[in-house]
């Protein structure tokens, strides 16, 4: 049987080989980081667990966990806290994305040494909500007029920020222009070939978004390290100036989309989407609310990316910067509840998905102790799997120097 390092290095055997050092050693970091990085062991081991596939069939962001809810600004130019990863996304067993979910609430309080009886509470809290809110049937959006706790707080700062402190932060003034910081942790250079073939792209592309009347030009382009999972995946950050307004710009992020690796162990019938991005894209815009602004997909040199505006107002709520402020825990773990809910409710009986009847006889009806049961002794998996691959990590990585 390969081990848990053998497994994740086969799955990212197609990934940029320069960039895996770097995903590796972040999942190095602790247990929570390292369930981030493997979404793929995680379906692989549920789907040995035959006697957790039956419950309505949904679409599921996949990669569902603590830190993939967070701001954005939507199309309507209002600050959001929703779902924002839908890279693994597809039509599953409702009960597999709270089975991520909920195993998470168990990696991450025991990554940082909280109360064993506290993450069962907050999980326990997740699921009643969740039901509560499939019960109701009736979706809900959280902005900076609906927000409550922390989450309010968290809104209310990050719609203050502009486009300027995204500017101070990613970039330094060369002869007078912007140019991106090459720090090598957030960002590194691109070869000058590359360069010459995504600026042209990227700025034809712009001219098909409802910023065409705008008439952006790519200023700068940097390759773009971010998230955990994503790591290896072919990604660029643009820097876009105004011809019109000199003061104007705009950062874009293109991120290259792969098969949900979801999909191996599921037999569920998927839709014949046009490709990876389009697939993400399409399930993103029926989950969440309102979606982010200058969302899009593009095929570059025959590979689908998922295009769409970086933004001053992205942000996640971080644990452990409140991992004592058990009041606001709870209330931060309610919305994500009621989003989690929300997303599946938006997105019923399109092409498979159940219809709102059939999650409120789920709601009704789920054995939620089945969930709570698994995902705490999974979560005692992922501290044993992480454990294992910090140790074949580091002999692969010092037998080459």
Known sequence: ?????????????????????????????????????????????????????????????????????????????????????????????????????????????????????????????????????????????????????????????????KQKDLLKKRTTKVNGHYAFLNDKIKSIALNKELKMELVPFVENWMKSSIYANLDFKVIDSVFRIAGTGSIGAKRYLFLLESKKNKTKYLFLDMKQAFKSSIIPYSIYKQPGWANEAERAIAIKQRMQNVNPALLGTGVFKDEPFIIQQMQPTEDKIRLELIKYQYQNIHLVIEDMAQLTASAQLRSTGRQGSAITDELIYFAQNGDWHQVLDYAKNYSQQVKSDFEKFKIDYNNFYTSFN
């Not at 035959?50 to 069939?57: A, F, G, K, T």
């Not at 990863?85 to 909920?102: Q, Y």
């Not at 019960?135 to 809900?140: C, G, N, Y």
């Open 1 to 161: 049987m390969p081990s848990v390092f053998e497994r994740i290095t086969a799955f990212n055997e197609n990934r940029l080989p320069e960039m895996l050092a770097i995903k590796y050693k972040t999942m190095c970091a602790n247990s929570f980081s390292f369930f981030r990085g493997t979404c793929h062991l995680f379906y692989e081991d549920l789907y040995k667990a035959s006697n957790l596939q039956n419950s309505p069939l949904t679409w599921i962001c996949g990669d569902l966990h603590l830190e993939n809810f967070g701001s954005f600004k939507g199309d309507d130019h209002q600050v959001y806290f929703d779902l924002n990863d839908f890279d693994e996304a597809i039509l599953a067993p409702a009960i597999w994305e709270l089975l991520r979910m909920v195993t998470s609430i168990f990696v991450a309080f025991d990554n940082l040494n909280l109360d064993e009886a506290e993450a069962y509470n907050l999980a326990h809290k997740y699921l009643h909500t969740y039901t509560e809110t499939l019960k109701r049937a009736k979706a809900i959006a959280i902005d900076p007029r609906t927000a409550k706790g922390i989450v309010c707080d968290f809104l209310t700062n990050v719609e203050k920020r």
